[in-house]
């Protein structure tokens, strides 16, 4: 009887394990047919197109000579082109990570304008990171932890975070995370003139 028991249960074992063996080659299919069906066109891309809130454009940044400047104005400075803004810190080794990517984008979208927001710890750390990672583009401190004011009003859970603005100062894309995420760079093509 125990024989015939333990049989059983080995064909049920087997019985099993060819049908998962089945599903998860017909959940592979699926998946590789899903990826498929998701890659972006350039021709899906919406654009956010929204302001941004007023307590985000009223808050001020002190620029690399030490002047005040807010959020508002900044985008003022670069109307007309598309922004890139960057928002970083020093002490963020994704964010360091990324300079070579967005160095790139640098060089594909030279008529956009590159932003960088630092959320560094001191003005030196910041003015410090920007000479040795050799950062071109406008500069400007916040002496603000992620979760304060400007945070919150961006959303902002992780850095480096990257937003595109267009020529007229709206919101074209509110999140990307990498400087070669996918989205971001169709989002760009799509606000070249």
Same mark, same amino acid.
């Given at each position: 009887m125990k024989k015939i028991f333990i049989t059983l249960l080995a064909l049920g074992f087997i019985a099993i394990s060819c049908d998962t063996k089945k599903v998860d080659k017909e959940i592979a299919t699926e998946i590789d047919n899903?990826?498929?069906?998701?890659?972006?066109?350039?021709?899906?891309?919406?654009?956010?197109?929204?302001?941004?809130q007023s307590i985000t454009l009223n808050k001020e940044f002190d620029d690399v000579s030490g002047?005040?400047?807010s959020f508002q104005n900044i985008l003022e400075k670069h109307k007309g082109s598309p922004i890139v803004i960057d928002v970083w810190a020093?002490?963020?080794?994704?964010?360091? $990570?990324?300079?070579? &990517?967005?160095k790139n984008l640098q060089q594909k979208y030279p008529n956009a304008s590159y932003v960088f927001i630092s959320l560094d710890k001191t003005k030196d750390k910041w003015t410090e990171a920007i000479k040795k990672y050799d950062?071109?583009?406008d500069h400007y401190y916040l002496n603000? $932890?992620?979760?304060? &004011?400007?945070?919150?009003?961006i959303q902002l859970d992780w850095i480096p975070r990257y937003i595109l603005v267009?020529?007229?100062g709206n919101i074209a894309l509110r999140k990307a995370i990498?400087?070669?995420?996918?989205?971001l760079i169709k989002t760009l093509d799509k606000l070249q003139p």
């Open positions: 899903l990826k498929d069906s998701l890659s972006i066109k350039s021709d899906t891309v919406s654009l956010d197109d929204t302001k941004f002047n005040k400047i020093s002490w963020c080794p994704d964010c360091i $990570k990324g300079f070579p &990517e967005l950062l071109k583009g603000e $932890k992620m979760k304060d &004011e400007f945070g919150q009003s267009d020529a007229q990498v400087a070669n995420d996918t989205l």
